[in-house]
């Protein structure tokens, strides 16, 4: 076999939003690589790209969106080519995306175990059903639920916060995909249950060796969790480095923004992100740098035209300015 | 049930409304349907080609023809006259107990919605009792007392609409209350009257010309009914039930009285909802209305 | 969630009293006679006398009442004025024809309102969509005996389809069935064309909501998405509405029959209507207030047990 194809590739990804007849890009050219077994971070502020990003990856986009350019693959196989029923296949079964809200995300009118089988029925519709119960069970104890048997009896409703975190996880492991996608799993919990789920999901990488997109806009989680972390601004990767390198000594201005931004990894970025003005929105037609408006480094070069992104070693940084600042 | 709240603030209608609702077809077919229906209620006598009363034993149950327009019934009378008196009963009965309607559930919803406490609940209470009969039934009762009432017919229908109008305006009410403004003023000195007239009553005009064009035609299908049942408007007044009722008897010598008439009252109602609905588009206003 | 229940059968207990009271004072509310009321002017002298006996018009106004609310407590309606049969007795004959009638109606606007809601959501303002909310919107609005007349008369007198008219019976029973079809759809038309409405709505709301989203994330196939997920959170709003549904039919099926020459209580009421026969106009009104009323309660209920977020609500 040739060179092992990456977990995920992402390779010049565009995603324009059809808003009341007219286009709005909220994805421009973005291309990343996540390896077997490796934990991406991607990060940012709201309204970035990291959750269109990360639907985009299994080929769920809100209605509005389409792919405007590029493309992605997983495990080589070009996501975007999958017919009907392949695609139904690939979602949870190659790649399974836990969602951010665990209240919104359970239906309210079925019970766990239903919904659980509801899935399991449609991948395996061979599968018996003591088979299907029996698997529903293990995954529900592996995601730290104590009492598996009366989660699955439950609704929703009945269930905490963390609880329904740790089923929606159960969701997404519940087929045994090689790769997760985790949109801002831990954004809705207290602390003591982030930290749970962040070990979770940390032994399930040690132990089954997936590959997970960790979309995050708390640093903290990223730094404990990643091992490379991919900055987003306005649609575009602005840099990617190793985790230890990016919080050691980030190199784009906005990143250095970011990270000033919190004094400690222990508290939540978005308490604390003071970065003076705002992102350009979607609408904006930005001719430079999308971040120079924001830049206290800004120069005339910058303006100019967009820069593009440099390889520094196995680290990338789009930004004119990146030897000054090294 | 029937929740309406007034989404931006107070808009009363101007002279704009009506371009306005003319701008889509089901807004052009529902004014021009009640444009019609009120031209020929009003002119009645003066434009029928006949006497909507007048027998043509020779000419019984026919067709349409160049004489008789929409042919002709059991009696030999024209359809045409008839169905265009029917229009200006069916108006005449359904505008004063709509009207009825909307003054009295004005006044309640006032009430409940204003006072709040302990007449709030006994209005509620009693919307919620009227509404616990079907209007057809209700009037069934009290009509097959009052037998040929017209005024029986008016007041029944009229009570029957009472509570949707009321609930509309108790909620009107209650989401103007709570506005800081009107706290303010309130704490300035301002009257009742003064609060009710230039707050409250501008917001719960715009649902109330809704629900008003709603349910002018569910009058209209009740008071025919109602007719065809023989309770209240009489044979040989044409009122469309009376001329349903005439057709029905002899629907197998001839089909074009059930036919015509019923297209009269299909037309009006659809033309009412119509213009309803297009209203309630226009004037923003949300109806979460179940009939 | 017990209290719940019987603060609602408590409610559901006074308003059917609150009718009875009304129904057995309504001849004095009027104003006139009361026997000219009923019987009108030119009324046969003996048959008058006959009627302020079996009224009970002798009695004060509050034994009136006490004897007829005791009345019905034990089933007993009166007795019609001029066969002196019991009034129960001829409702209970004529009830489950109208149940029977009101019942398929529903069931089959249910069936014709799902399809078309599910078609209006997947795509909505579509050319589609729109054209299905005019027409439920157009059948909404005509009155249910407009449309009854219109089938009949499409098919009788031009198709000579079907056994349009008269009721069949109930010991053949596709005879029966045959006769039902064209009173049935015509009272289910409006409510399909409500229901469809409201189902889709409901539905566009679900559809939207992150969960639908999730289950497209794993895999969950659309018609799935569309027929068993998003149709079973809008189902609620429908069993809400089932009691409202189920009285207005009720009411509207007095017509029905009349046009299809079916028996039951509409038939029952109109014919006592023309022949001036109070207590049988009295006791159907009460019989349609108090299963208006039941089926209210039945349909609140239920929806408690089926949507397990009011559940959610009483639990707190």
């Not at chain 1, 905490?160 to 801002?184: C, N, T």
């Not at chain 2, 229009?87 to 006032?110: K, N, S």
């Not at chain 2, 629900?211 to 044979?235: D, H, I, K, Y």
């Amino acid at each position: 076999m040739a060179a092992a194809e990456p977990a995920v590739r992402i390779s010049d990804l565009s995603v324009t939003y059809r808003i009341d007849g007219r286009p709005r890009t909220a994805l421009h050219g973005v291309s990343l690589t996540v390896a077997d077994g490796e934990i991406l971070g991607i990060v940012g502020e709201s309204g970035c790209g990291k959750s269109t990003l990360a639907g985009a990856v299994l080929r769920l986009l809100p209605p509005g969106g389409a792919v405007s350019g590029g493309g992605v693959t997983v495990a080589g196989d070009d996501v975007y080519a999958l017919g009907g029923d392949a695609l139904r296949r690939f979602r949870g079964g190659r790649a399974a995306m836990i969602f951010q809200d665990p209240f919104t995300s359970l239906n309210p009118s079925f019970t766990v175990g239903w919904q659980l089988g509801l899935v399991q029925r449609v991948h395996d519709p061979g599968a018996s059903r003591a088979r299907r119960r029996s698997r529903a069970l293990d995954v529900l104890g592996e995601v730290g639920l104590p009492d598996p048997a009366a989660v699955l009896r439950a609704y929703p409703y009945q269930l905490s916060g963390g609880q329904r975190q740790r089923v929606m996880i159960a969701f997404a492991l519940l087929l045994r995909p090689p790769v997760l996608i985790a949109d801002e799993p831990t954004s809705a919990l207290d602390v003591t249950t982030q930290a749970q789920i962040l070990a979770l999901l940390r032994r399930l990488r040690d132990e089954h060796g997936t590959t997970i997109l960790f979309v995050s806009h708390d640093l903290g989680s990223v730094a404990r969790l990643c091992d490379r972390v991919a900055v987003m601004y306005a649609g575009r990767v602005v840099e990617t480095a190793d985790v230890a390198e990016l919080f050691a000594a980030p190199k784009h201005p906005y990143t250095r923004a970011l990270l000033g931004a919190v004094p400690s990894w222990r508290r939540r970025a978005e308490e604390l992100v003071t970065i003076p003005g705002r992102p350009p929105g979607l609408t904006a037609r930005v001719d430079g740098c999308a971040f120079a408006a924001r830049c206290p480094h800004a120069g005339p070069a910058c303006v100019a035209a967009e820069p593009p992104l440099v390889r520094l070693g196995d680290r990338t940084v789009r930004c004119v300015l990146h030897e000054e600042t090294a | 049930m029937t929740a309406i709240a007034v989404r931006r603030g107070v808009r009363v209608p101007g002279f704009g409304l009506l371009r306005r609702v003319a701008a889509t077809p089901s807004g052009v077919f529902g004014l021009a349907v009640v444009v019609l229906l009120l031209v020929v209620a009003v002119l009645g006598p003066a434009i029928t080609p006949h006497d909507p009363n007048r027998l043509d034993i020779d000419h019984r149950l026919e067709g349409p023809s160049t004489t008789y327009w929409l042919g002709t019934d059991n009696l030999g009378r024209d359809l045409l006259s008839r169905l265009m008196m029917g229009a200006r009963i069916a108006l005449e009965i359904a505008v004063p107990a709509v009207a009825i309607g909307v003054v009295a559930g004005l006044l309640l919803g006032l009430a409940a919605g204003y006072l709040g406490g302990r007449t709030d609940t006994v209005v509620v209470t009693v919307l919620d009792a009227i509404q616990s009969f079907p209007a057809v039934v209700l009037a069934l009762a009290v009509l097959s007392l009052l037998g040929n009432s017209r005024t029986g017919v008016v007041l029944v229908i009229a009570a029957a609409f009472v509570p949707s109008f009321g609930r509309v305006t108790r909620a009107s009410v209650q989401s103007v209350g709570r506005r800081p403004f009107v706290d303010a003023e309130r704490n300035l000195g301002a009257g009742t009257t003064r609060i009710v007239g230039v707050h409250v009553l501008p917001n719960v005009v715009s649902p109330l010309i809704v629900l008003t064009a709603m349910n002018l035609p569910s009058a209209v299908a009740v008071e025919s009914g109602l007719a065809f049942l023989g309770l209240g408007v009489q044979p040989p007044t044409p009122d469309w039930g009376v001329v349903l009722s005439d057709g029905f008897d002899r629907i197998r010598d001839s089909p074009w009285p059930v036919l015509f008439t019923c297209a009269a009252l299909a037309i009006t109602t659809l033309g009412f909802t119509f213009l309803g609905e297009r209203l309630r588009d226009v004037l923003d206003v949300r109806t979460g209305e179940v009939r | 969630m017990l209290g719940y229940v019987a603060r609602r059968v408590g409610v559901a207990l006074v308003v059917v009293l609150l009718v009875l009271i009304f129904l057995s004072v309504l001849v004095h509310l009027l104003p006139g006679n009361p026997v000219t009321l009923m019987l009108g002017p030119r009324a046969d002298p003996a048959l008058a006398a006959d009627a302020r006996r079996q009224m009970d018009l002798d009695s004060s106004v509050p034994a009136q009442v006490w004897h007829f609310v005791s009345g019905v407590a034990r089933g007993d309606l009166g007795q019609d004025f001029l066969t002196k049969r019991p009034v129960a007795g001829l409702i209970g004959a004529a009830l489950p024809h109208t149940l029977i009638l009101a019942g398929v109606s529903l069931v089959l606007a249910v069936l014709i309102a799902i399809p078309l809601a599910v078609v209006s959501a997947a795509r909505p303002g579509s050319a589609l969509d729109r054209f299905l909310g005019t027409v439920s919107v157009g059948v909404i609005s005509i009155p249910s005996y407009v449309i009854g007349m219109l089938l009949l008369l499409l098919a009788t007198v031009w198709l000579g389809w079907l056994p349009a008219i008269g009721t069949g019976s109930l010991a053949d029973p596709g005879d029966y069935l045959a006769h039902l079809v064209l009173p049935a759809l015509s009272l289910a038309l409006i409510w399909a064309g409500y229901l469809a409405r409201l189902l889709r709505s409901s539905m566009l709301e679900v559809l939207g909501e992150n969960h639908v989203r999730a289950a497209r994330a794993y895999g969950v196939p659309e018609w799935r998405i569309y027929y068993q997920l998003a149709l079973r959170n809008a189902i609620p709003g429908v069993v809400a509405l089932i009691g409202v549904a189920l009285g207005d039919l009720m009411g509207s099926a007095i017509f029905i029959e009349v046009i299809f020459t079916r028996n039951g209580l509409g038939t029952l009421l109109y014919n006592a209507i023309t022949e001036r026969d109070y207590p049988i106009v009295r006791g159907g009104v009460v019989v349609i207030a108090v299963l208006f009323v039941l089926a209210n309660l039945i349909a609140d209920l239920a929806n408690r047990v089926i949507d397990p977020r009011l559940r959610e609500e009483v639990a707190r």
